[in-house]
């Protein structure tokens, strides 16, 4: 099956700074990718749809100049949390779509802690 | 709109045993496709089984199979011979031209030995 690797696994930041997730399609090209943030006991929330070479979609309610995306090739996608706060620590995952075919795969998630 | 709704936030097997986990949803797409991920206590997601809507039969892949029953919009998965691995919590979801995925709320799955 087609695999999906997220970096860091876990990551601590100071509040106030900016904490970068990356995503990759390891065996295939990603033209899509969607980022979730998950919160405890929760389903997962679609955050944005990040397409290769153009801006990201964003879902209603969450801050595009907070959470920017980047989708620079068909192979990564990234998150930047700017100006981290406590109440941005959750868990981070992302997906991608594997071309022509309605299934996404998951990567392993990002914990994020802001303190 | 899509949604996806899951109205058992946890249910119980014995091992060896058969557990159905149930899922509805609604959409006014004609063309659209349903999915059972599952997440272990390592939080990743691990797609179980796919089904595209414009096929009748239902979908299996080993011990788990689906029963899509679409004039009713339902989509319950079946867990047949429960292993310990099998304890996670499990998500529905489902998908349409967007590509964008809508999910349930999640059953969490409890394997008794």
């Known amino acids: 099956g087609a695999v999906v690797s997220q970096h860091p696994s876990w990551v601590i930041c100071k509040s106030g700074t900016s904490v970068k997730i990356e995503c990759r399609s390891l065996?295939?090209?990603?033209?899509?990718m969607f980022w979730y943030r998950q919160f405890p006991k929760q389903s997962l929330m679609l955050m944005a749809t990040?397409?290769?070479?153009?801006?990201?979609?964003?879902e209603q309610g969450v801050e595009k100049d907070k959470f920017l995306i980047n989708h620079a090739s068909l192979t990564l996608s990234t998150l930047t949390v700017t100006s981290a706060h406590p109440e941005d620590s959750s868990f981070y995952i992302c997906?991608?779509?594997?071309?022509?075919?309605?299934?996404?795969?998951f990567g392993e998630g990002s914990w994020l802690t802001v303190v | 709109a899509q949604t996806v709704t899951q109205s058992q936030p946890e249910m119980s097997v014995q091992e060896a045993e058969t557990v159905t986990l149930s899922c509805t949803y609604d959409?006014?797409?004609?063309?659209?496709?349903l999915f059972w991920y599952k997440q272990p206590p390592s939080r990743q997601m691990i797609l179980v089984i796919r089904?595209?809507?414009?096929?009748?039969q239902n979908a299996t892949e080993n011990r788990f199979s689906v029963n899509f029953q679409k004039a009713a919009k339902s989509f319950s998965l079946k867990i047949s011979d429960s292993q310990l691995g099998d304890a996670a919590m499990y998500f529905c979801?489902?998908?349409?031209?967007?590509?964008?995925?809508?999910f349930g709320t999640g059953t969490r799955l409890k394997v008794l030995a």
């Open positions: 089904q595209e809507a414009y096929k009748q």
């Open positions: 065996d295939f090209q990603a033209t899509t």
């Open positions: 990040s397409n290769e070479g153009s801006k990201a979609t964003y």
């Open positions: 979801a489902s998908t349409s031209g967007t590509y964008k995925y809508i």
């Open positions: 959409t006014s797409e004609s063309d659209y496709y």
């Open positions: 997906s991608a779509r594997v071309g022509g075919r309605n299934t996404i795969y």
